[in-house]
């Protein structure tokens, strides 16, 4: 069983960055992401119970699918956190087909230098191998602002956002 959960599952808040899959769940969006823990529990249980395989994939906000936004405050916690929808079908291809695996949870996220979940675990267990990261996304919609008149502040919080980043992981 592969079971499509979230990065809302284990949260945010009160976390050491990179976010690892062992960090203690603290589940953000209210009942969406405990409803994702609730069913990554479930597949652990069923896992232990009757021995099926089950690998619980944790994906960050999904674009294109979901339109990245820039948020007006460049410390909102959780916007930085996205994997392209082809990496995404990867990932579910590589758990689909991966041996020896009782019970698993695993990040799904781009890869860079200010990634927010690690992914280490799925690139191990799984072979996962992101190939399109967050910088290319937030450039093409930085060029994406300019070519439509988009505030000149954009580039000014990318940059903002990555410093931060890297320093709290330095």
């Not at 209210?30 to 896992?47: A, H, P, R, W």
């Not at 339109?67 to 291809?93: E, S």
Request: proline share 5%.
């Amino acid at each position: 069983v592969v079971y499509t959960s979230s990065i809302c599952a284990i949260g945010y808040e009160g976390l050491e960055l990179p976010i690892k899959e062992t960090a203690k769940p603290n589940p953000s969006d209210g009942m969406y992401g405990f409803s994702k823990y609730m069913g990554e529990q479930l597949c652990e249980f069923y896992s232990k119970s009757y021995g099926i395989s089950t690998l619980c994939l944790r994906t960050a906000t999904v674009v294109p699918k979901h339109k990245v936004v820039f948020p007006v405050d460049p410390n909102t916690p959780n916007w930085y956190g996205y994997v392209d929808i082809r990496d995404v079908v990867c990932a579910f291809d590589l758990a689909i087909n991966v041996d020896n695996v009782k019970h698993g949870v695993f990040h799904i996220n781009a890869e860079n230098t200010f990634m927010k979940y690690d992914i280490t675990a799925a690139k191990t267990i799984l072979g996962f191998k992101p190939l399109h990261n967050n910088v290319e996304l937030l450039t093409k919609q930085h060029e994406k602002a300019q070519r439509g008149g988009g505030s000149p502040s954009v580039k000014q919080q990318l940059f903002s956002i990555a410093t931060r980043l890297r320093d709290k992981l330095s």
